[in-house]
């Protein structure tokens, strides 16, 4: 080998859209061989979607990917792993009904005449687990009974006894404790002391600064900057460069307006599921806005599900306006006038491939039908060109069906269905994700109107200028937990970050 | 059973253009009466329409729930039995207890719900596969069928109760004018009256239904019960027309069914269907059976014709599914 | 080391089947005199091995997580034609092989059906139940004339050897011989992993296509073997051969550790469980129940069982967090 490959894993111009979201515009750079790089940036940056494509899950629309000089010329996951790139992806892909040895070892028989050595096998396995530190797992044990932990790092070990050239961990740390990931970091810092090279994608930045050559930072689907880890390197400077933008972005809310004295229209109270959800309490107030955010794998998804009964909680009390709920069913939600934006329109929340008058109508049949149950149609068109004139929908008729939609107005036929039924608190999920600008400001725009007519509105969000705009107050989540809270006077996109990514104390998770 | 269930997913390739149009079964039933019409002299008369439709109208009552179950997603394979069920009960609430026939066929109707409410309960509370559940209660009161019958052998239903269900007006039997009725109605609540209209909305997207408040699982079990009912319904009637219960009643009607209601535009992934063309897709394959018979094709040759349908009717099914995604 | 021994007997699925049978020999034992009358020991085998061969077949599929309804029909098919190839005047070993033909063929449609059209498993093998069974019935037309077998072919079925029926010995081969491929061939170990984690499965690269149909393949010929040994002992096909043999066995896999899930089972679960409703079906002759009646119980069984293996899932999904 000629020395240390400094353009190792070249990425060029690599450009992707989902319709008319941009997810990558134009990215470019590379990775040194034997280094530890890092990919940093918000949810949304573009990150999970360059690394789907180095690993031939995607194709690009445009641009080319080489690794030590070849240039990839199918994506696929074959192709890739033919190359020598292999992933661990933030979900896992394991066989729980399989041993640990099968799930390290799936394709590599150890064939002795023909047959399986099972000996063979186990021996081996317990070399990699003890060479990893996983003391307590033995090589015969059934994946499903591992922890989570025990299973990313399995899953690890999968991938490095491949020899790749290249490996891509997304977000490993996400499960694990404060022990587990400091292990990990041991095991990667070995693994790179023997010349692997690895692309590490997280968001924790103790982690980032302990053990990354160099931090790429990556914001709306572009290329940022390259770091290099050295003495002069901070947590500023990482954060900075991830919100980058406005840096004098500040609330949009006057203070004064700040009704934090009106009645609690709704509240959550020790709500809380092991390994899920550690207990949180929330109000929120008439005609206020309460921002919840948190970066992937935070538990922002479990706490808004669970808020509205669409998941099973392990204790935690709902209070509408007052009153406890007995039963925590959605059902029982949209009869006491909460109703629930789902964050991925994809998997519920529409119906696809019904009219849109038909998915307006959901919550509100009773209103739209008589004592009979008959529907009135024209009362159902009625409320549904009212919320198409709201929202400004692009609708050939009233019987489009959403699919044909574009993102943006699926996401706004969505938000029909939820007011329809004029509820007194909405919890919104993810309300603009994957829609193009003018679609987002419409709805930022609906948002605060409801809010000033009294509507009490949770939004639970990735999206820190969206937040900011939108709240009074923001409760920051990392770790399945409420780290903190802040007014929107205090609003800068770096002290929610750091809440986020790092902790108030200065206490990362992770390292 | 995720995989095997909805099977694999289809890649870009099998997305061919595939579609029948809302009135594919309308044409086909047409293309295949003017055609038996045209060759076989025997076809065209008022008694062989007549015995054809009549027959039709009995099934018809099985497929009632059958097609609800469909729209929504879930499969009933005990209808056929069920339809056994209700002469079976017949015979022995008539024969034993010397019921007349109305009540009898009410009380049957009440059992049924019952097996029909426990099974949608299992289904719906433990997340279960409805075929092979609904396999297991045909199995139950498949046998249950038998072992009734067997001890009943000889004794007759009522007299006035055959002349009752062969009831005529004008020359048309009261029970395809009542399947018409029954057809159109349950068409216009399908597609005007919020019950009937969440089916559709719970066979598309269940968990959209729950977001939205709908009672998804309430809405199943009690088609669940429905379907039952109404299969013990026609079941009876059938019953009746052959004057003692016998254990050939319903049998294989599960097949049947299921090729009536996809070849009639429902689907088995759910959010499709619709009566009255489950009603034609039921008469498109009695007339074709009909038909097969005039030629004096073998009847098992009629069945392995009857199976490649339905298999060619699923792969349309998919086809169909895949180019909506 | 004697406790972690006996726990992990215990943990494993077969150890609900064995128990079971265990509560069956004593139910029997009891209430029967003529259970442990040799002779009553002996005739078990007859109906046992078939449906243990086919429920091998099943098993496969199971721990796909796939199913196939139509085994009954293929069983009843090659039986019919097996007559049909006697009558044709062939010899013994060519009539064996074109039964052993008829059923691979049955199987593979089936593997095609489901695997590459991506038909509903469920679906596609009613249908093609439903097809068998009218495909039978046509040829049983000719073949039930046919007075009896050719001696030859006999003796797969009523011939026996150090006590047991030949047949038995050839089942007891296939249990090992099915064994020893889940569990040490890189092909069987396939099953599970495609059970498993079907996509995951396909990352790997294996090619979880061609895994699913050669299951199926396997299945119709399993079912052809069950044929041609039942048909050579009662000397003659009958029109009533493999009559819910396709419930009988999934009910004896899920017992004996499948699940609907996939992922799961094993060749001795299949056997237990085979055991367990031979067992069944004896009490209930042996009690005189009739054969309806043991329909109904079979049925309601069958509800039992899947009500359970569903709710089992569900306690794990929840315990994993999934839902």
């Not at chain 1, 922002?300 to 406890?324: A, F, H, Q, W």
């Amino acid at each position: 080998m000629s020395g240390k490959n400094t353009e190792y894993l070249k990425i060029n111009n690599i450009t992707k859209a989902y319709g008319v979201v941009k997810a990558l515009t134009d990215v470019s750079f590379s990775i040194r061989q034997g280094e530890i790089h890092t990919i940093l940036g918000e949810n949304g940056a573009g990150k999970s979607t360059l690394v789907k494509i180095i690993m031939g899950e995607e194709t690009p629309d445009s641009g080319t990917i080489s690794l030590d000089g070849e240039q990839v010329k199918t994506f696929t996951p074959s192709a890739a792993q033919a190359m020598g790139v292999r992933m661990v992806h933030q979900e896992l892909a394991v066989f729980e009904n399989m041993t640990v040895a099968e799930n390290i070892y799936p394709s590599h028989d150890f064939k002795k005449g023909g047959r399986i050595d099972y000996k063979e096998l186990y021996k081996e396995t317990a070399k990699q687990l003890e060479r990893f530190g996983l003391k307590t797992v033995r090589p015969e044990e059934q994946m499903g009974g591992v922890t989570l932990a025990g299973q990313q790092m399995i899953e690890i070990i999968r991938c490095i006894v491949a020899n790749p050239k290249v490996i891509i961990l997304d977000e490993p740390t996400s499960g694990l404790n404060d022990e587990e990931a400091d292990r990990l970091m041991e095991i990667l810092e070995r693994l790179k002391a023997e010349g692997m090279t690895i692309i590490y994608i997280s968001h924790r930045l103790k982690e980032i600064m302990r053990i990354s050559d160099r931090v790429t930072i990556m914001r709306d689907g572009q290329y940022v900057t390259t770091l290099q880890n050295d003495d002069s390197l901070t947590e500023s400077d990482l954060i900075n460069n991830m919100v980058g933008r406005d840096l004098t972005l500040h609330s949009i809310k006057n203070p004064q307006d700040v009704i934090n004295n009106k009645e609690v229209v709704f509240e959550v109270k020790n709500l809380a599921k092991a390994h899920a959800l550690n207990p949180s309490d929330l109000q929120l107030h008439k005609g206020e806005i309460l921002g919840i955010f948190g970066l992937e794998g935070s538990g922002v998804t479990k706490l808004s599900r669970m808020m509205y009964g669409l998941e099973r909680k392990d204790s935690g009390d709902i209070y509408v306006k007052g009153e406890k709920l007995n039963k925590l069913t959605p059902k029982n939600m949209v009869d006491k006038h909460v109703m629930y934006l789902n964050n991925n329109r994809k998997v519920a929340g529409l119906l696809l491939d019904m009219p849109v008058t038909d998915n307006v109508s959901l919550p509100i049949l009773g209103k739209v039908s008589n004592k009979l149950g008959f529907i009135n149609s024209k009362e159902l068109k009625r409320i549904s060109t009212e919320y198409i004139k709201k929202f400004a929908i692009a609708l050939p008729s009233l019987s489009t069906k959403p699919r044909k939609l574009s993102g943006g107005n699926q996401q706004k036929v969505m938000m029909s269905a939820c007011l329809a039924p004029e509820p007194e608190v909405v919890i919104v999920n993810e309300p603009t994700r994957g829609i193009d600008v003018g679609a987002k400001e419409e709805i930022h725009k609906f948002l605060l109107e409801i809010a000033k007519k009294g509507v009490g509105v949770i939004v639970f969000s990735s999206e820190l200028p969206e937040l900011m705009r939108l709240s009074d107050r923001i409760k920051i989540m990392r770790d399945n937990t409420i780290v903190g809270e802040v007014e929107c006077s205090e609003f800068t996109e770096q002290t929610l970050m750091r809440y986020a990514a790092v902790g108030a104390s200065g206490k990362g998770a992770g390292v | 059973m995720s995989t095997a269930a909805t099977g694999r997913k289809l890649n870009e390739q099998e997305k061919k253009k595939f579609d029948f149009g809302g009135w594919t079964i309308v044409y086909l039933t047409l293309a295949l009466f003017v055609f038996l019409s045209l060759t076989r002299s025997t076809f065209l008369n008022f008694n062989n329409i007549h015995s054809i439709v009549f027959d039709v109208s009995v099934d018809f009552f099985a497929i009632i729930g059958f097609t609800f179950l469909i729209i929504m997603g879930e499969l009933d394979m005990s209808v056929g039995s069920m339809f056994c069920f209700g002469g079976t009960l017949m015979g022995i609430f008539c024969n034993t207890y010397k019921m007349s026939a109305g009540p009898a066929i009410v009380l049957a109707m009440v059992i049924a719900g019952i097996i029909g409410l426990i099974s949608g309960y299992l289904i719906t509370k433990f997340r279960l596969n409805s075929m092979m559940v609904t396999i297991g209660v045909m199995l139950a009161v498949k046998g249950y069928n038998w072992m009734m019958i067997t001890r009943m052998t000889g004794r007759q239903l009522p007299r006035e109760s055959r002349s009752f269900v062969m009831n005529k007006i004008g020359n048309i039997s009261w029970v395809i004018l009542l399947m018409l009725v029954v057809a159109v109605i349950l068409e216009i609540l399908l597609n005007k009256s919020r019950y009937f209209k969440q089916m559709y909305y719970v066979g598309h997207n269940m968990e959209t239904t729950i977001l939205y408040g709908i009672k998804a699982n309430r809405v199943k079990m009690i088609c669940f019960a429905v379907s039952a009912m109404l299969s013990t319904f026609g079941g009876a009637l059938m019953t009746c027309r052959v004057k003692a219960p016998n254990v050939t009643v319903g049998s294989n009607l599960e097949v049947t069914m299921i090729t009536a209601a996809v070849i009639g535009g429902a689907s088995i992934f759910g959010g499709r269907g619709s009566m009255v063309k489950s009603m034609l897709g039921l008469l498109f394959i009695y007339t074709l059976r009909n038909g097969m018979t005039a030629y004096r094709i073998d009847s098992y040759v009629q069945q392995i014709i009857l199976g490649v349908i339905l298999i060619l009717a699923i792969i349309a099914d998919i086809r169909i599914t895949a180019k909506r995604a | 080391m004697q406790q972690n021994i006996f726990k992990k007997i215990v943990k494993k699925n077969e150890s609900i089947a064995a128990f079971l049978c265990i509560i069956l020999v004593l139910v029997l034992t009891l209430k029967s005199d003529i259970f442990w009358d040799p002779r009553n020991l002996h005739s078990l085998q007859v109906s046992f091995v078939p449906t243990a061969m086919i429920a091998f077949g099943m098993m496969f599929l199971l721990i796909c997580g796939y199913f196939d309804m139509s085994v009954g029909s293929i069983m009843l098919l090659c039986a019919i034609a097996a007559g049909k190839f006697s009558m044709m005047g062939l010899p013994v070993p060519v009539v064996i092989l074109l039964t052993l033909g008829v059923g691979l063929i049955m199987g593979c449609i089936n593997g095609f059906l489901v695997s590459v059209v991506g038909i509903n498993a469920l679906i596609a093998t009613l249908g093609m139940q439903y097809v068998g069974y009218g495909a039978a019935m046509l040829l049983w037309n000719e073949v039930r004339t046919l007075q009896s077998f050719d001696e030859t072919y006999i003796v797969l079925g009523e011939g026996e050897f150090g006590g047991l029926y030949v047949m038995t010995w050839v089942l007891l081969a296939l249990i090992i011989a099915f064994s020893i491929f889940l569990k040490y061939a890189p092909g069987g170990k396939r099953l599970y992993f495609v059970g498993g984690n079907r996509e995951a499965a396909k990352l790997i690269g294996f090619n979880d296509k061609r895994i699913l149909f050669l299951a199926y393949a396997a299945t119709g010929v399993l079912s052809a073997m069950a044929a041609v040994f039942r048909s050579a002992y009662i000397h003659k096909p009958t029109q009533y051969m493999g009559e819910e043999i396709h419930m009988t066995c999934f009910i004896a896999c899920v017992i004996g550790g499948g699940s609907f899930a996939g992922g799961k089972g094993s060749v001795i679960g299949a056997v237990l469980g085979v055991i367990f409703m031979s067992l069944l079906t004896n009490m209930f002759n042996l009690l005189q129940m009739s054969p309806e009646l043991q329909n109904v119980v079979v049925g309601v069984i069958l509800v039992l069982v899947v009500t359970l293996d569903g709710y089992m899932n569900i306690k794990k999904l929840r315990a994993q967090g999934k839902i």
